[in-house]
């Protein structure tokens, strides 16, 4: 419960950020939300497709990767939910995500270096965890917060823009103001998307636990995977929140 309250509060915040924006930066509120509103429909019906497209993951066809269908199979079963799309990715990264508008259209995706690392056991965690994102909506909620911090971080690049040629100048907001929608809002969109993403990721350690019965396999499994994460996984930047493990880690670490 606590984590849906902060998700709420946050999701709420960044909102009240779009609007302090739009309104800083002199974009018209209406068109704003308007377009903002177009975003999310689509987001909401494509995200999976594009999330797996900008992975390159490609579909687990009958009689493959075994483990993985098992065991999704088994946890589908316990908790009574569909049979979400498999996908396998071809990267030594040990890393998985799972995405879908609702657990009617989830799927759930790994790479080949978890598949490597983790014994059957460990391999289960991650999958139930990744399953509790479907089963507790979280994708909806990742996919908003991309999408209200990508539109902030458009109106600020586009002022810049249009000031830069002398265009889209709102001369009645004060230059503090102006500093402010440019600068610090969009930061700040993206601390609280990561913030959101955590709180997320959270709950699903929680209800993955709770699926399984067994926490000490997952803990181990995440454990082992931020031990291994040393191959580069190339993503797309607005889908790698969507990870059990930050997709960048090998390039941050260098």
Partial sequence: IMNVIKTTALLTLMTLIFLFTAQALGVDLISSLFFASIFNFIMYFYSGRLALSSTKAKKIEEGEYQDVVGIITFLTQK??????????????????????RNPKNASVAVTKGILNLLS???????????????????ILVSTIAVVIGSAISIMSRSYMWGSMFGGGRNRNSHPALLIIGMIAAPIAAVI???????????????TGADITGNPLAL??????????????LQVNPAVSTLFISDPYKAFRAK
């Fill in 192 to 206: 609280i998307q990561f913030a959101i993403s955590r709180t997320r990721e959270f709950g699903a350690d929680s």
């Fill in 79 to 100: 908790e009574k939910m569909p049979m979400p799309k498999l996908y396998i990715i071809d990267s030594d990264q040990p890393n998985a995500f799972a995405t879908g």
């Fill in 219 to 232: 803990a181990s499994a995440l454990e082992k995977i931020d031990a291994y994460s040393k191959a580069p």
């Fill in 120 to 138: 059957r056991d460990e391999l289960e965690g991650v999958l139930a965890h990744e399953l509790s994102h479907v089963k507790n909506r979280d």
